[in-house]
T-cell receptor, first 114, second 115 residues
Framework: AQSVTQPDIHITVSEGASLELRCNYS??????LFWYVQSPGQGLQLLLK??????LVQGIKGFEAEFKRSQSSFNLRKPSVHWSDAAEYFC????????????FGTGTQLKVEL | GAVVSQHPSRVICKSGTSVKIECRSL??????MFWYRQFPKKSLMLMAT?????????EQGVEKDKFLINHASLTLSTLTVTSAHPEDSSFYIC???????????FGPGTRLTVT
């Protein structure tokens, strides 16, 4: 069965520290990959996406993610976290011919300590 | 660009009544709209996919007669929760997409509380 796993439910980092949020997927083919962020009271915002090509993808707000086919992973990174990055982060995947449908991971709650 | 609005942002209704939630794409035409339900501390659960002018496709386990979805135009989709009960209390989120782009633009969500 298709699945998206975000193994870390909660992560706490200090402001200025680096961040890596993990995402693994289980699909037969290479899916389209996304990272979204959800802040309280706001809708999900797309941080970045991977469809094909360069496996290191740059996104908004200083985020990047790397697609590793051998590990079926698409981890999100940021070299220096800001307090405003505290939010819920969701990894999502879509499949070719899937009619634009996305399957979301369970999310990772990021807390930033000042 | 790519702004999606939802109305209302919060609604409280009594058990047995119906509630309608609107989802609008403000600056683009959405061929496909999605409706999700999000429980506290949980991921988004896709309820249904609606394409403009056709019947919605519901995910397994979602009652189509309880959650009525209409996608009458390329900028508007509605979700009506019929005969709402307390267990229907949740955060409902819509998203809009252009066919075959795989990018979804999300509304801010609607908090439904059924008393």
């Amino acid at each position: 069965a298709q699945s998206v796993t975000q193994p870390d439910i909660h992560i706490t980092v200090s402001e200025g520290a680096s961040l890596e949020l993990r995402c693994n997927y289980s699909y037969g083919a290479t899916p389209y990959l996304f990272w979204y962020v959800q802040s309280p009271g706001q809708g999900l915002q797309l941080l970045l996406k991977y469809f094909s090509g360069d496996t290191l993808v740059q996104g908004i707000k200083g985020f990047e993610a790397e697609f590793k086919r051998s590990q079926s992973s698409f981890n999100l990174r940021k070299p220096s976290v800001h307090w405003s990055d505290a939010a819920e982060y969701f990894c999502a995947v879509g499949l070719t011919g899937g009619g634009n449908k996305l399957t979301f991971g369970t999310g990772t709650q990021l807390k930033v300590e000042l | 660009g790519a702004v999606v609005s939802q109305h209302p942002s919060r609604v409280i209704c009594k058990s047995g009544t119906s509630v309608k939630i609107e989802c609008r794409s403000l600056d683009f035409q959405a061929t496909t709209m999605f409706w999700y339900r999000q429980f506290p501390k949980k991921s988004l659960m896709l309820m249904a996919t609606s394409n403009e002018g056709s019947k919605a496709t519901y995910e397994q386990g979602v009652e189509k007669d309880k959650f009525l979805i209409n996608h009458a135009s390329l900028t508007l989709s509605t979700l009506t929760v019929t005969s709402a009960h307390p267990e229907d209390s949740s955060f409902y989120i819509c998203s809009a997409s252009v066919y075959d782009t795989y990018e979804q633009y999300f509304g801010p969500g609607t908090r439904l509380t059924v008393t």
